[in-house]
C-alpha cells in the first residue's frame, strides 16, 4: 500500500486510500490543542478519515458521534474506528450535518468540525475532493444553524478555519447566537504569515482569549508543537 494510503500514530492507525482529504498537519494540531479532556459527549461534523474522532478518544472519556456525507469516507472512516481502542465509543452516521440536525434531539457539549471552506473556487477535477473542500453542501450559515440547535447551553463548538476565511465564519455564528470564546492563531513558520486559525465559539462566551502557535523553527518543529503532538506522533 502506498505510503500516503495510511498514517500510523502512537495509539491508531488511519487508512486513507477511499478519502478525498488525507491526514494533514493543521488537522492534527487541531485536534491536539482543543480543550477536550472534560468532554462528556462530542460530535465530529465532517468526519472525514476519523482523525478527529480517534484524537478525542483518546484524550477523552466521551462517547462521540461522527457525521460524514460521503459514503466511501464514511466506510473509511468505520474501519479506522473499529480498528481502534475506542470502537465502542464511537458510533458514525452517513448523512448531512443538516438532516442530522433535524432528526436527533440529542446534544452535545462539545462540537469539532474542519469543515469544507472554500466559496466559489474553482472546480477540482475530482468531485469527491472538490465537495470536502468547498462550502457547496455545507454553508456556514447551515453549518451555524445546525451548531446552535446540537450544543448545549454552556457547551464549546471547536473549528479549524484558514485565516481568510474566518471573518465570513465569526459573522455565520454570530447570526446563530454563537460568541467567538477563543482563537488559536496558526503559523507555519515563524517567517510566514498566519494561516490557519482555531476557533471556539460559545452560547455565553463572557471572556476572549487569544494565542500563536507556530508550526515549524529553523531547527524543525517548535517545542510548543512537539509538545502538544508527542502523545500522538510516533516520531516525536
Not at 498537519?25 to 468532554?39: K, N, Q, R
Not at 466511501?72 to 442530522?100: C, M, V, Y
Not at 476557533?199 to 471572556?207: D, V, Y
Request: glycine residues 4%; hydrophobic residues 35%; contains cysteine.
Amino acid at each position: 500500500m502506498p505510503p500516503n494510503h495510511f498514517f500510523h500514530f502512537k495509539q491508531f492507525s488511519i487508512y486513507q486510500q477511499n478519502c478525498a482529504m488525507k491526514v494533514s498537519t493543521d488537522a492534527c494540531l487541531f485536534g491536539a490543542v482543543i480543550p477536550l479532556e472534560e468532554s462528556g459527549s462530542i460530535l465530529d461534523i465532517g468526519a472525514g478519515t476519523g482523525l478527529l474522532s480517534l484524537m478525542a478518544a483518546q484524550r477523552s472519556h466521551a462517547q462521540i458521534t461522527a457525521v460524514e456525507l460521503d459514503s466511501e469516507t464514511a466506510g473509511q472512516a468505520q474501519t479506522n474506528f473499529a480498528k481502534s481502542p475506542w470502537q465502542h465509543r464511537i458510533k458514525l452516521h452517513q448523512q448531512s450535518i443538516q438532516d442530522f440536525a433535524k432528526s436527533t434531539q440529542e446534544k452535545f457539549d462539545t462540537i469539532i468540525c474542519n469543515p469544507p471552506f472554500f466559496t466559489n473556487h474553482s472546480p477540482s477535477e475530482d468531485p469527491r475532493r472538490h465537495q470536502a473542500r468547498h462550502n457547496d453542501t455545507l454553508s456556514f450559515e447551515d453549518l451555524g444553524k445546525a451548531v446552535s440547535k446540537l450544543l448545549t447551553s454552556d457547551g464549546q463548538f471547536q473549528v479549524l478555519i484558514p485565516s481568510s476565511e474566518h471573518c465570513r465564519l465569526i459573522e455565520a455564528m454570530k447570526k446563530e447566537g454563537l460568541a467567538l470564546a477563543r482563537q488559536v492563531s496558526v503559523k507555519p513558520t515563524t517567517k510566514k504569515p498566519v494561516s490557519r486559525e482555531i476557533l471556539s465559539f460559545s452560547k455565553q462566551a463572557e471572556s476572549f482569549s487569544e494565542r500563536e502557535i507556530c508550526i515549524h523553527t529553523k531547527d524543525g518543529y517548535s517545542a510548543e508543537f512537539v509538545k502538544l503532538l508527542q502523545p500522538f506522533y510516533l516520531k516525536l
